[in-house]
């Protein structure tokens, strides 16, 4: 998906807020501007560089195509409408896919009525057992994109990772602020790590940030574990981050 949306935003030949511009028009003139959207800049952005954890709706991505094909000066770059609409119904196959995997209810594991969780097979709680094989989080990426590793087939450092991603996907913001909070704050300094570890390797970027924040809070010594963790994770950057927070909240106590 990532390489069929960049493809057809080159063959536009225009830059982020022209297209935007014009897929907004596209959407008012073909009616569902309310129902559907558009395709924002950086829901463009996000989409073409593989960070979108959902798939786009079929009108709105159509009306980036209808623009491609408009544009391009060799139109037969531009993948067809009904490969792209296969690749997309795939897309969001995964997605639920995944989320089905994923959003049981955390009281009791099962399909609960009341959150419209999904039925695992066991009793959710993942994130106090061992690491098992992550389930696919992102769509597959063309090896020409690079060398990402690939999520499908991968033990992750913090399995619970896992089940926060879930619940993002399905909007189910309270449980995954518990979490991320939980890590933050209450886990030991080594699962911390292994938590902004396992969330940076799964682009999980906002989380990733938020556990670093959070954990920022932490009383200096677990401060200092945790970015001895980091760094023997060679994750120096997240730890240069860390100590940064932290020097600031107790600036800020202080």
Known sequence: MA???RTM????????????RELRHKAE??????SDGYLTRSVLSCLANGQRKRAPRARPLRGLHELAVENSTSPEAVL??????????????????????LAACVACGTACVACKAAALPGKLGSQF???GIASPLVAPV??????????LDYDIAWPAARDLAGYILVDDLERANGLIRHVSIEAPPAETADAVAACRDLELHEATDAIIR????????????????LNQRERRAEADTLLDHALTDTATRK
């Open 3 to 5: 390489l069929a949306v």
């Open 29 to 34: 003139s073909a009616g569902y501007l309310r």
């Open 214 to 229: 959070y954990a920022g809070q932490r009383p200096d010594r677990d401060v200092l574990e945790i970015v001895r963790s």
């Open 142 to 151: 063309p090896p020409s994109e690079g060398d990402r590793r690939n999520r």
């Open 9 to 20: 935003i080159e063959e536009t030949g225009l830059p982020y807020r022209s297209i935007e």
């Open 80 to 101: 067809a409408w009904t490969e792209l609409e296969a690749l997309l119904l795939s897309f969001a196959a995964l997605r639920t896919e995944a989320a089905i995997g």
């Open 129 to 131: 057992k061992p690491a």
